[in-house]
């Protein structure tokens, strides 16, 4: 069949365009790391990326009862597996780049002009 529900190798269109989608964000994600407004545009294109995925989950155009003849799905642990792992994924990867891209570091260095033009002397406690 090579319609719209048209499967290749058992996984449906829907999960290619979302391989492509995020495929894309990465790509733009990795380019602009060198320009000025990069995490900007990052940014956008991770929201867009995962506005787009949530429409093509949330409202499938398929038809769910297609094909009742089979009612085991050979691929259901496959796919939970590799839902799993792109979750995981894509957790550890949000929390990294939070912390390197996003939380700037902020490194303690010695003042030596902190008592510097002030008259400080210490209390003699005896």
Same mark, same amino acid.
């Given at each position: 069949?090579?319609?719209?529900?048209?499967?290749?190798? @058992?996984? @449906?269109? #829907? !999960?290619?365009? &979302?391989? +492509?989608?995020?495929? !894309? %964000? &990465?790509? $733009? #994600?990795? !380019?602009?790391?060198?320009?000025?407004s @990069?995490?900007? /545009?990052?940014? #956008?294109?991770?929201?867009?990326?995962?506005?787009?995925? &949530?429409i093509? %989950? !949330? &409202?499938? *155009?398929?038809?769910?009862?297609?094909? =009742?003849?089979?009612?085991?799905?050979?691929?259901?642990?496959? *796919?939970?597996?590799?839902?799993?792992?792109?979750? $995981?994924?894509?957790?550890?990867?949000? +929390?990294?780049?939070?912390?390197?891209?996003?939380?700037?570091?902020?490194?303690?260095? =010695?003042?030596?002009?902190?008592?510097? @033009? /002030?008259?400080? =002397?210490?209390?003699?406690?005896?």
């Amino acid at each position: 069949s090579s319609g719209i529900n048209a499967e290749y190798g @058992g996984i @449906g269109v #829907g !999960l290619f365009i &979302l391989i +492509v989608i995020w495929t !894309l %964000v &990465l790509a $733009i #994600g990795l !380019l602009s790391m060198t320009w000025k407004s @990069g995490s900007v /545009i990052t940014t #956008g294109a991770v929201f867009l990326g995962g506005f787009t995925t &949530l429409i093509l %989950v !949330l &409202l499938p *155009r398929g038809n769910t009862n297609a094909d =009742q003849s089979d009612p085991m799905d050979n691929l259901f642990i496959p *796919r939970i597996i590799m839902l799993c792992v792109m979750s $995981i994924s894509v957790t550890v990867g949000s +929390v990294f780049w939070f912390i390197f891209k996003c939380v700037q570091p902020v490194y303690a260095k =010695q003042s030596s002009s902190l008592y510097h @033009g /002030i008259n400080y =002397q210490p209390k003699n406690t005896s």
